[in-house]
């Protein structure tokens, strides 16, 4: 029999709502959710084909265990979790704190776990928490903790209100990463009175699209938005007003921008000096723009300059706190942490003595911290929800770094490169499968929230996360299984669905038992959990969360349409949550509320960051090598790529070898021709490609898709292995984000040629 439901797609940050058709315990179809708050059924062609990641041959569906020969053995799930128990607990006692790393914590949807594995850093008095958004994102984040006063100030941009958008270093009509990218982006292309304009070496689908394409030289926006900073503060285009009002530092900033030579900028980037002035007037002078960035400025040279310069783009001309500008905005799941470095209490790790950003520690130093001699090297780490054997840099180093592992666990749905080579591989049901959430809830004014609850009966011998962590937990000693009075208390007040006295009770005992202060998630899932109706135990935190997200934004939630007063509001946004099937809208602000989002006390924003004008003054040219003479994109994002999340090869309908893009004049001058293989060699090593000639890409430079290099029911690795050819050393020096759009290799026609 079909039936019809309700969920959101697990493969972008978008996380569109999906309205299927269910038969036989499998999607029968997919399609947008019209009700969905934010996606208003808007999907993309990756998200119909979700049962290649609901059912395939690879699903894990039991606890395995290394044998000393190398294989795994089917184990049960108590065995598992108490021989991990003992031996992390050994760990931790032999060797304290700076043993043990935590690796990954959720993919593009699934983030309520994360409530759960945190607690074993804290029961590992472990702070080594690393996540791929440390090889992205975190050069952002640590000039967000500059301007606004916190690393968990995080912005976002209005492109579908404003008159002039610049997109940098991001191709939205595949990656997307904005709301209804395909469908915004034809709206601004159809109106006669919006520019687009687009900063990428390759003439994407989105430039394509785009009033202005600049298609500067790889590697070069610090040159290119520096230049266009320059235009604006020179010829007098800079909003003083709201820099006068809004702003600290600006003339530090204004100092640094005249001293730059603005042609000779321009001349390095490759872009046309007119056009350059062009796009800075227009921006300059628009109505209201914004700027929306990613990889294409976060990995690769200068990275976290870069963020620096785009944000002071909208900064310096007042597009900040307005529709159609760039804005701060709120978060219902903590997904960010605020870890300054300058102050000591953040832990540095043993080797390269870095710090956490946002709380989170950067994968392309993990393998020297495990692989380095000292006492207090990471000798176990648990991954969930990763796949760092494969996506992050260097994997030789980090098959040689797993290879001297003391424990290492991985929990995923899947047989995973990073799970073949662990000591235990735990199975955990589908997203499909068991209630979760995305922590992607990143607009502004109007913000929401989807739990998704399940689909499907989880797959046998399969455990959602909150249950697998808190089991270890137990096992491990750090908590008791029961809470009779809580549990009591829950009962009594969940016929309410307001569970005030027993959060009060949970109050008193936390200061009672500091110890449990880092455990709330798995006691509130034990004791109120138990009392949700659907088996809904997992989303139990979210009470706490929604109560906390109302006193902060309590004017903001009434007015998206929540009723109760300080004391209930949180509760009775929980319940919204829990019976939103399609997802809800949490809050509605006003823009004038940016301001209090803002968290330096003077609620301004602090414009000159030192280290950040010393690396403008410092500004050099880039890396050239003779024997590496092409830059390699080693990333990029397709109509069939997402991430690595789809193992099975059959969901793809093109590109099915991930096929490496080069311009006609470099391929005539290797011999090469379509469909032809090469080698692509890095100074690190070399992998087998198949050529596609494509003349959008600039000449002396190729690229190569993310989301491949996996094997498929034991085949040899399926596409590029991108991450054999990066080194874990080229990275930028202060967030040590790879850089991965910019990796020196050399190209030749392979000896095994032969058209494919
Ligand atoms: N289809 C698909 N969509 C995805 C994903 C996926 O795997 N597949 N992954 C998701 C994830 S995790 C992320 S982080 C996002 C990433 O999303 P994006 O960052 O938008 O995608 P990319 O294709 O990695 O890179 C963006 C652009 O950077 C350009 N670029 C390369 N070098 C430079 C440079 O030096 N300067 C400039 N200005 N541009 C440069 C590339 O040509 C490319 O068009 O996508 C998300 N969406
Ligand atoms: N060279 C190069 N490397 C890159 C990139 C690049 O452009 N170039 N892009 C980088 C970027 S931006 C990112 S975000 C990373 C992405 O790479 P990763 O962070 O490794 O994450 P995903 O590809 O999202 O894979 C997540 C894992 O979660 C598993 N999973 C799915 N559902 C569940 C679940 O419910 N529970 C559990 N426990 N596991 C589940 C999947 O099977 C998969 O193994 O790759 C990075 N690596
Ligand atoms: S845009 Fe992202 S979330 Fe939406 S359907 Fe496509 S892959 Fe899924
Ligand atoms: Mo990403």
Redesign the pocket.
């Given at each position: 029999m079909t039936t019809t439901d309700t969920t959101a797609c697990?493969l972008c940050s978008r996380n569109c709502g999906l309205s299927v058709e269910i038969d036989d315990n499998r999607f029968k179809k997919i399609k947008g959710d019209k009700a969905h708050p934010f996606s208003q059924g808007y999907i993309c062609q990756k998200a119909a084909r979700l049962e290649h990641y609901q059912n395939h041959d690879d699903r894990l569906t039991t606890p395995l265990q290394r044998q000393s020969d190398g294989s795994f053995k089917p184990v049960s799930w108590d065995e598992a979790l108490d021989d991990i128990a003992q031996r992390l607990v050994a760990i931790r006692d032999q060797h304290g704190g700076n043993a043990f790393a935590f690796l990954?914590g959720g993919?593009?949807g699934?983030h309520l776990?994360g409530a759960y594995s945190r607690q074993l850093l804290a029961a590992m008095k472990s702070y080594f928490s690393y996540n791929?958004l440390g090889?992205?994102k975190t050069g952002d984040f640590w000039v967000n903790g500059r301007l606004f006063g916190e690393q968990t100030c995080h912005t976002t941009e209005d492109v579908e209100h404003a008159d002039y958008v610049l997109f940098i270093g991001t191709n939205p009509f595949q990656a997307h990463g904005i709301p209804n990218a395909r469908d915004t982006l034809k709206h601004i292309k159809k109106d006669p009175g919006r520019t687009m304009v687009v900063v990428d070496p390759r003439r994407t689908e989105t430039a394509k699209m785009a009033d202005i394409h600049l298609q500067l030289r790889p590697g070069t926006d610090a040159y290119l938005m520096s230049a266009m900073l320059a235009i604006i503060v020179t010829e007098g285009l800079h909003d003083r007003d709201f820099l006068a009002k809004h702003c600290r530092g600006f003339d530090q900033v204004e100092k640094a921008l005249r001293a730059i030579p603005i042609a000779d900028y321009a001349a390095r980037a490759d872009v046309p000096l007119a056009t350059l002035e062009e796009v800075a007037r227009g921006f300059a002078n628009a109505d209201s723009a914004c700027v929306r960035i990613d990889?294409g400025i976060q990995?690769t040279l200068n990275t976290t300059l870069n963020g620096y310069l785009e944000k002071l783009l909208y900064l310096v001309t007042g597009n900040f706190g307005k529709p159609g500008g760039n804005n701060l905005h709120t978060m219902l799941l903590p997904i960010l942490g605020d870890t300054d470095e300058r102050n000591p209490k953040y832990r540095r790790t043993a080797h390269h003595r870095m710090f956490p950003i946002a709380g989170i520690y950067p994968p392309n130093i993990l393998p020297d911290e495990i692989l380095h001699q000292g006492e207090d090297r990471i000798r176990a780490v648990f991954v969930?929800?990763?796949?760092?054997l494969?996506?992050?840099?260097d994997t030789r180093a980090y098959e040689k770094a797993f290879a001297s592992l003391e424990l290492s666990v991985v929990?995923?749905?899947?047989m995973?490169e990073t799970a073949r080579a662990a000591h235990y591989v735990l199975p955990?049901?589908?997203?499909f499968e068991k209630w979760?959430a995305t922590g992607f809830n990143l607009e502004f004014p109007v913000n929401g929230f989807h739990l998704r609850h399940p689909l499907f009966l989880p797959k046998e011998g399969t455990l959602p996360?909150p249950e697998i962590y808190t089991r270890l937990l137990e096992k491990m000693g750090v908590l008791p299984e029961r809470f009779p009075k809580l549990e009591r208390l829950a009962r009594l007040e969940a016929k309410r669905g307001q569970y005030l006295a027993t959060l009060a009770a949970l109050g008193t005992l936390l200061a009672r038992n500091r110890q449990w202060i880092p455990h709330a998630a798995s006691i509130v899932y034990r004791t109120i959990g138990k009392t949700l109706p659907d088996n809904a135990a997992a989303s139990a935190p979210l009470l706490a969360l929604t109560h906390v997200y109302a006193q902060l934004h309590y004017k903001a939630v009434k007015r998206a349409g929540h009723q109760g007063n300080r004391l209930t509001l949180g509760s009775n946004l929980f319940q919204a949550i829990l019976k939103g099937r399609s997802g809800i809208t949490l809050s509605e602000h006003r823009f004038t509320d940016i301001w209090s989002l803002i968290a330096h006390n003077d609620r301004r924003v602090h414009l000159a960051i030192p280290e950040m004008l010393d690396e403008l003054a410092g500004l050099t040219a880039s890396i050239t090598d003779q024997a590496y003479p092409f830059v390699l994109m080693?990333?990029e994002r397709r109509s069939y790529n997402a991430?690595?999340?789809y193992?099975d090869p059959a969901w793809r309908k093109v590109d099915p070898h991930g096929a490496m893009r080069m311009h006609p004049e470099d391929a005539e001058r290797l011999g090469i021709e379509n469909g032809d293989k090469a080698l692509c060699r890095s100074a690190r090593d070399s992998i087998e490609v198949v050529v596609e000639v494509d003349d959008s890409v600039r000449t002396g430079m190729v690229t190569l898709p993310?989301?491949f290099g996996m094997r498929y029911k034991d085949s040899a690795p399926i596409g590029p292995e991108?991450?054999r050819l990066?080194d874990s050393q080229h990275c930028d020096p202060l967030s040590r984000t790879?850089f991965?759009k910019h990796v020196p290799v050399q190209i030749e026609k392979s000896s095994t040629a032969g058209a494919v």
């Open positions: 697990i990954g993919g593009q699934n776990g791929s090889q992205e990889l990995q969930d929800s990763a796949n760092p494969v996506t992050w840099a929990i995923d749905v899947t995973t955990a049901s589908s997203q979760e996360e080693a990333g991430n690595q999340i193992r993310h989301g991108l991450n990066t790879p991965h």
